[in-house]
């Protein structure tokens, strides 16, 4: 027993109310920008495919693996995996990645991670739903599901159910302070990584031969079939953008959220709370999954902090996590496709 | 080593067993299935019983006593979930290299994953339940909510793999010797703070809050709080819930921020105490904090450091964190632990426990099992194994110290006694290369004066 | 012979059971329906095999409703977990005694008979379930399925609220009586509570495959399907779109009621995060996947389905549990274990079975039944 106590330290700040609400609008736009990368995944196989992709989550899950593989250097043997960064077990000629520093080994990491689950998603797409071209909507979508469970649990059995930490420049207390207003890095990268790759979406739709190929898809199939698009090819891509983003979002999820920590549930199911984002905005449309996953992080923030109180009080808690469905069914009924999708022309 | 602490136990409960003679054993249980007698196979040279009544769970063929445990191996938390779990393991297959329970019945355990979901824990509960003499290990407290009814219909004793003070109102879930409960780790914190720590941690200035799990296991928390707050008067502000599947805190740090809480406890799980505590860094605030035993992980510094465990550990420091509940730490120099060590690198290999295991709920596990072996140790010098006659002996466990420093628990027939004890012990994160359990211990094992007028049932 | 392939009259063809051979199978399949719980009396995991087919039975009641609401209907709904849930904590409310737990928390209850809880959880749920179903008739397809997805989430809020704590206990959940059956005759036939559910969940179901069957093949079953294919011309030629869609949520819910009761026997303390989030979010697809499996928009298809999803797993799990696959280890190793295993199988097992038969078992027993019945002319 060792009885030295360290004294108490009350460093509470006083901020005032708009600079709270400045505060709690940063942290909101952070949790929002990792929604916004998984809704973009989401309404970009929708576009191309009209298929709610219910395999995003596993996706995630993957990169994040290999991302925490490449940064602790751990070959994954499943049950024997380790759990911690200590126990690296990268092969002897592989030492040098492992010595590059740590910010931009995570960048590197978070980009191979980027292209080995862009290429799965192209592997999926080629083997399995490649055949379902025509088939029933919702036969499809139970595919993804049915894939999400199969991929998701093999990730479990290849890294082993253990909890990870993942080694990463962006741990939660790292920040920027501005005036009175603190803003943690991983919220400013996540923020960054989201923009760049909608800027990179953006002008691969406007400008690259695939891009064009892939609207006029989305806009009309048949009409595209008969333009000599070859609309297998578009499919492809669609799913390896989504791999690629599905592994950016996992990569900067752990650090932001979870503290670092990597457990399989969490990370499984992030996708799922990108769902009222991806509507909100729209199923097609990318910029409307900004806006969406955005809008819907700080709303989140918000309600928790200002809302919680007044449910609290009602013995309803945890307000805030229907907050953002409401929103969304709000929005729904006064826009039944979202705020900026394309509303359905029917026939008879 | 073990053999010796053994036969100390049960000169303890062959005492217990001569004062209880003449009682009824099985008058708490309805209708009890027909119980059969056989003679124990190998050697009675024990001066054992010579006959043992059975029922479930255990073959006469080979002697083997067949137990259940329900852990978590994939779902929320893993990491939890397989220290216990090789905790317990590593105990039993130490009894049985020393021959079984009694020396000569040895122990088999059938492990099933209910991944922390309440209904996954129904199907795999049913699936073994009908083969297995009791649960030696059930993890969590929202899943064990979800079979102690069927088992107490069929007499099954469940050994909770929670610290929840609710198990302590039922007749056939226990409670861990080797452990206290939520509520007394929150309930006894304020009173140290204030009154014990030098300088105080709570004055009258203080603004308290509490942030804690919207379950059961929050619950459990928040009532000890309310009843040291109740007891020691301190000035509370604040209070917030999350849910389990939150991963963004800041609207309750903020929350408590706004507030001017200056000391936060805290009842969460460890990636959500980290992901807290990091918002609270960024956010410039730094309330001391009490955490409560299931929310510290020794991995944690490394991951709120982003891999560098001295920067997490400063982190830490800088609030400052006091982690309840701490336990007894890996290096005691106690009689429980030496064993506790050495069964570990004996059977360490073969149960395939790794370094990130060894934490305080490996120690949990390997208790938990404890717990139970000194039960099944009093059933059968009882002379009766039965699902009945197990429930009958856990009044004779009594005054039993398990050898890692704290009082001596037992239990008794009111939900009081069934509490093994209140006492706690507060820690600080340290570095786990010198302690291996992440706790250093500051306060030793105490009890606030006004534990004793709490009544689980009141 | 002739008899059995073509119908010659309207009534014939409407006819529940069309002809003798299919009334002597159907009796055998409901005697060995009664007899199974006596036949795994000797089986040597009784417990295991009971639970088995349980959650088939109340998943085939739940499956039941979903398949009219969506298969007939058109309205993909993935809220169906949150009626499960009213229906668990409503029927749990109404046939157990109000009671107080030794701390001190007060639960409501009426101590009514199982049965009266069905009804109760049933007839709650379909009342919820016609006040969501205006959302139904302002959005479509996906969109609606994704608005049900509210649902899930607004349903954990709702259960694990404490102002609902005498209900549903909060985040504690609250204790649900086993079913019994009070009935002399049934003495040696029910012997533990297993069994007593087993024949509820029975019952249960097979009223609710009479039912299905009939609103299939009724007036209002044509206006469902009428509605699913082109809403706008079954308006014009006089179906009533709005009702019929209010009456699928009401009917499809009071199905996922009255089982919800039932299941909440079986979890003998449901909680609320049995029925919401992520979990909840996995049971609402299991339901799609079940009728999606068997054939959607097929009443039997329904109920292959959900022997499907719930036994399957289940089954892979067992068999692997018994140690026959060398590389499968044993249980709780964490690694490629029987529970990961059968997930994985799983898994794959849907993607492959629909790429091969996107019209799910009943297009695979109709493709069977048809080159059975051309053989040997199988074209």
Redesign the interface.
Known sequence: MNATITPLIAQVTDLSVGEEIIQLTVQGLGLGAIYALIAIGFVIV?KAT?V?N?AHGALMLLGTYIVFSLMAGVVPK??ETPAGQQSANFPEWLQWWLDIPVAPRFALSTLVAAVIVGLFGVLVERS?LH??VG??????V??T???????A??V??IW???QKVLPSPLPPALKLQVGNISIQWANIWAVLAMGVCVLAFFAFFKYSRFGVAMRATAHDQEAAMAMGIKTTTIFAIAWAIAGVLAAIAGAFYVPARLAGFITL?PVR?AA?SA??AA?LGG?DSPGGAVVGGLGIGVAQVLSARYLNPLFLG??????H??FP??L??VV??IR???LFGTP?V?R? | MRSRRILAILAVLAMVVAACNGADPTTTTSEPPPPTTTQPPGPTTTGMMDELVYDVGFDPDTGTIKLG?L?A??GPI?GIG?SL?NGHRVYWESVNADGGVAGMYPVEV????NAY???TN??VY??I???VLAFSSAIGT?TT??????AA?ENILVAAGSLAS?WA?TDNVLLNLGANTYFAQFANAPYWAMNVADPAIITDESVVGIIYQ???Y??DCKNGYDFGQANTGFNHQYEATY???DTEFSAQIGGAQAAGVSVLFICALPTALATMLGTAAALEYSPTVFGSSPSYNPVLPSALGGGDEAAGLAVFASFPYYGLGAGPEFEDDTPGMAELRADLEAHRDAIGVTDEMINAFYYFGYTQAQTFHILLEAAVANGDISRAGLLAAINLVQDVDLGYGGAAGGYGAT?LERIPTNEDNIGVPVSVTENVFGLMDITGFFEAPYMADWD??G | MAERLLRTTYKRDMALIPNRVQWFWLIVLLAWLFYYPIFIRGLP????W??IAI?VLIAATGALGLNLLSGFAGQ?SLGHVFFLGVGAFVGGTVNTEAFT???GVDFWGLGMPWWVGVLAGGAVAAALGVIVGP?AV??????LS??T??LV??G???F????L?PVTGA???R?VDPVSFDVPVLRDYVTK?GEALYLAALILALVAFLAGKNIARSRVGRAFQATRD?D??AE?IGVNVTWAKLTAFGVSSFMAGAAGALLGV????P?G??FG???G?LIS?EY??MI??GG?GTVVGAVFGALFVVALP?LIK?ASEQGWLPFI?????????P??FS??L??????VF??LE???LFGLWFRLRNYWKGWPFSY
């Open positions: 929708y009209e709610i219910f499943g049950a399995v055949k379902m088939q029933p909507v919702f036969a499809v139970l595919i599901l049915g894939l999400e469970l199969a991929v649990t093999a479990q059995v082993s159910p253990q549930t199911f799922l769902f009222p509507i199923l009602l013995e309803f808690p945890n307000f996590l229907i469905y409401l969304m069914i729904l009924l039944p496709y979202g359905e029917r008879v | 445990a852990a191996l994939t893993p397989a779990l059938v492990v099933r994953d979901n309440p209904e129904v199907v049913n699936e339940k009908d083969e929202p909510a979800s079979i102690y009814e069927d219909g609710q109102l919207g379950d059961d929050g619950q849910a389990a599947t939900p689980p049932a | 995991s009784p417990g295991f009971l639970t959650l993909i737990t030794l701390s959302a302002r959005l479509r397809g996906l969109y994704l608005v997805l509210a989430f607004l954990e809020w709702l694990t609220a404490e102002a704590a985040v504690r959940g204790r509570d082109r706008i011309a014009v079986f979890l003998g303390n909680l995060s049995n989030g992520a979990a979010l697809v799609i996947a999606v499996i959607i289940e067992f280890a044993e249980s709780g190793a964490g690694t490629l274990d529970a990961a997930a994985i799983f898994g794959l097992f849907i993607v629909l790429i996107p019209l799910g």
